[in-house]
């Protein structure tokens, strides 16, 4: 199974046996966003067989951080409950601002499911073919899920310092240019303006056309040689709190490149004291 599929690859494919379709919808709604619920979102319209992969539900409830990655019991026993088990192939969408698939993404291989694909466009693209929805709740058949790996491409604090001080990784940063040069305030109270010394500025949005879909080959790689971004070098990706650097990750994935997540991001970088900061443009 490719990474990316279209509508027309899902519709077509839909009904195989082993095929599991999920909802990774999630929204941030930070300041000034809209407020929207992505579970009554789902009740109302979603892809015939899908499922809804709450991230919030997967999120570690012990953290203080947001979003941060679950630990192995939890991952299973959410997995399995959602019939994301063993022996599966997933195809995952969403229709979110922050394309939140690709986190649903970063965190299954985390865990070593790699046989996962996103669907090109989300739900928008699914709708604009003119393929079917289906309404109401959901209940999944369970289905034993087995992580094979943990923490496969995430990065903690830690291992973020070593990077910078050793120039071994190159960090990209998916948030908007204000953030990232410290002109606007951080959305999250008690977190500091600015970016990592020698980070460099990769807004996610950058990474998709203008109706939606990804950008592929030539184009995408643009997108992050004019950031900067050196795609032959090892790459950590950070944003606020892990999801859109996902996004970061994935595009690199498409170009045939890995790269990690830094899980805790600006929002635990920014609230620590101890860690080095920057405003203004990319040194």
């Not at 899908?50 to 299973?76: C, E, I, K, W, Y």
């Not at 970063?106 to 928008?124: K, Q, Y």
């Amino acid at each position: 199974m490719e990474p990316l599929v279209t509508p027309a690859w899902l519709a077509a494919h839909a009904d195989a046996p082993d095929l599991r379709i999920a909802d990774a919808s999630y929204h941030v709604s930070l300041a000034g966003e809209p407020v929207r619920d992505a579970a009554a979102e789902f009740a109302a319209g979603h892809i015939p067989g899908a499922v809804f992969m709450d991230l919030a539900a997967f999120s570690d409830t012990a953290s203080p951080l947001p979003s941060t990655m679950p630990g192995p019991a939890q991952f299973a026993s959410r997995m399995g409950k959602l019939g994301l088990g063993d022996g599966t192939r997933i195809v995952l969408y969403d229709d979110a601002a922050h394309r939140t698939a690709a986190r649903a993404w970063v965190m299954l291989r985390a865990f070593g499911f790699t046989d996962v694909a996103i669907l090109d466009g989300g739900l928008a693209a699914w709708k604009a073919a003119g393929l079917p929805l289906d309404r109401g709740a959901v209940t999944p058949r369970p289905r034993h899920a087995t992580p094979r790996e943990v923490g496969v491409g995430l990065r903690d604090m830690a291992q973020v310092r070593s990077a910078l001080d050793g120039g071994a990784e190159q960090l990209v940063d998916a948030r908007s240019a204000a953030r990232f040069t410290g002109e606007e305030a951080d959305p999250r109270a008690g977190v500091a303006p600015g970016h990592m010394p020698g980070a460099r500025n990769l807004p996610y949005g950058r990474l998709f056309e203008p109706h939606g879909t990804w950008k592929r080959g030539d184009a995408l790689a643009e997108a992050f040689r004019t950031a900067g971004v050196d795609l032959d070098r090892p790459m950590t990706m950070t944003c606020g709190s892990g999801i859109t650097a996902s996004v970061l990750a994935f595009g690199a994935h498409l170009l045939g490149r890995d790269a990690s997540v830094y899980d805790g991001s600006w929002t635990e970088w920014g609230t620590d004291p101890t860690t080095p900061k920057a405003t203004g443009a990319a040194a």
